[in-house]
């Protein structure tokens, strides 16, 4: 006779938020968890204890594609046949919870923030979401939904600012410079969504071509020139980055200037900064923690 359960939650790290943004519900959920798990068998007197770690659940991946890997934390043909039944019992249960978490975000919490009109409904005389669950939508359609589709009719103020970040990871500089070159690099951490031409004059179209441009100057492995845009701006805007890589001996120091970008666009830009590249590669190549 075996028996096993989830004893507690060690991890939980990340966000979520949801936005009424010009009619539309968008959000965003990013969490990794850890969960530690525990039991006996009548032929061990051992308290059998392991962990099942919980990542990348987010708005990219439904609940069957979330990452959710279990360990055993002693070897032993006892503690193996518990680790076997927390494959087979507790993982279905966690992508249970995943998929309710996620149908609570979009759907009845989504709900929420959508604000009647006089013609009933939902905003600009649209119908209220449906109670049933959406589906998780891939990331190119998640980043559509991101920005202003430049088909409506509304003014949308185009004075134009600049952004500037600084990040740090845990990598030589040659192998970071790499991750936003390499098209192979690119496409493990965008997901295969990535068609990158890595030569000067070059062109590049990531998460289905949510995000264009093309390479003015490569000097590897100090820095990249970009001209850069979201698909929804005007045909004609484009925006010019600078990334700047510094090797600091521990680590490589990214610096990113972007010039001329939509103040409307600023929050989303960086936000999207992080999330897709910065901390997808830290996540993808490990170069969030340890050592050179």
Not at 130 to 135: H, L, P, R
């Amino acid at each position: 006779v075996v028996s096993t359960q989830s004893t507690g939650m060690t991890t939980c790290a990340g966000e979520a938020s949801v936005n009424n943004r010009k009619g539309k519900v968008i959000y965003f959920f990013e969490w990794n968890i850890v969960l530690k798990w525990a039991g006996k068998t009548t032929m061990s007197n051992d308290n059998i204890t392991g962990k099942i770690e919980i990542e990348n659940i987010s708005e990219e991946n439904s609940a069957d594609e979330v990452d959710i890997t279990t360990r055993q934390t002693k070897n032993g043909a006892e503690h193996s046949k518990l680790h076997a039944m927390v494959k087979s019992q507790l993982v279905p249960r966690c992508r249970k919870a995943i998929e309710e978490y996620i149908e609570f975000l979009q759907v009845k919490h989504g709900k929420q923030v959508i604000l009647p009109t006089n013609k009933g409904g939902g905003i600009n005389g649209q119908p209220q979401i449906k109670k049933e669950a959406a589906s998780v939508n891939t990331i190119k359609k998640k980043m559509d939904e991101t920005v202003l589709s430049s088909n409506k009719t509304e003014k949308v103020d185009m004075k134009r600012t600049d952004i500037n970040l600084t990040d740090s990871f845990k990598c030589r500089a040659d192998d970071l410079f790499q991750c936003f070159v390499n098209p192979d690099k690119m496409r493990v951490y965008f997901n295969g969504a990535a068609e990158v031409d890595p030569r000067e004059s070059g062109k590049f179209s990531l998460l289905g071509g949510a995000i264009s441009g093309s390479f003015l100057d490569i000097d590897p492995p100090k820095s990249i020139q970009l001209h850069w845009r979201f698909k929804d701006w005007p045909t004609d805007m484009y925006s010019s980055v600078t990334l700047t890589f510094k090797d600091t001996g521990s680590s490589t120091e990214l610096t990113l200037n972007q010039v001329g970008v939509p103040q409307c666009f600023v929050e989303q830009i960086t936000s999207g900064w992080y999330k897709y590249y910065f901390n997808a590669i830290k996540a993808r190549f490990s170069y969030g923690s340890g050592t050179l």
